[in-house]
């Protein structure tokens, strides 16, 4: 259980506890897209598409446990995970930066290491409140819901290729730590945002 639920959720799991949700403020989520990996993996054996994204999701997973976040899934080719789950939010929202800088590095290294395809990320980043809870019977799974995770995600989709894309909200927990370029771009379902 500890492999696939944060450790907390898989403790009261077998505690006998059916219902498992909470409410989370000021965490920060982060989605990574690998960008065209579908029309690349079209030309490539299965097992070595699997082998890759193993390869690559398998570094993510070292990285997300260093800075302390949680991976919630993967979907596809791309990697979802959130920071503050427990802990002080504003460490959480630089450790969510970091991870994706760590992310893009990882990246370029497996790019000189492989020749099937072109590893690059987009990688979107928001800060706000949500629900996580436990669905799920015979195949638990562990997830988040709420707006913060929608805008994320749309963040994500709309990232310029190998950049990080931030919101105003995680801008403010995280201050002046790291050089950033202000735009406004208008997200679906959110109008115009900072």
Not at 2 to 8: S, T, V
Not at 108 to 137: F, P, Y
Not at 157 to 163: A, E, I, L, N, S
Not at 165 to 172: D, N, Y
Request: glycine share 8%; with cysteine; charged share 25%.
């Amino acid at each position: 259980l500890f492999n696939i639920l944060p450790k907390d959720i898989a403790d009261r799991l077998k505690a006998g506890e059916t219902n498992i949700s909470n409410k989370h403020y000021d965490i920060t989520i982060l989605f990574a897209d690998i960008i065209r990996f579908t029309p690349q993996a079209k030309l490539m054996k299965p097992e070595d598409i699997v082998l890759t994204l193993n390869n690559i999701f398998t570094e993510f997973d070292t990285l997300a446990q260093r800075f302390g976040l949680e991976k919630i899934k993967t979907i596809g080719d791309s990697y979802f995970a959130v920071g503050g789950l427990k802990g002080d939010p504003i460490k959480s929202a630089l450790n969510t930066i970091s991870l994706a800088r760590e992310m893009n590095k990882v990246c370029k290294i497996i790019n000189e290491e492989i020749t099937e395809m072109i590893i690059d990320l987009r990688v979107g980043i928001h800060s706000g409140e949500a629900i996580s809870g436990v669905i799920g019977k015979t195949k638990y799974t562990y997830d988040l819901w709420g707006s913060t995770i929608n805008l994320a995600n749309r963040l994500e989709t709309t990232c310029p290729v190998g950049k990080i894309q931030i919101s105003e909200e995680t801008k403010k927990l995280i201050g002046s730590k790291f050089q950033l370029d202000s735009h406004k771009k208008d997200i679906k379902g959110f109008g115009e945002i900072n």
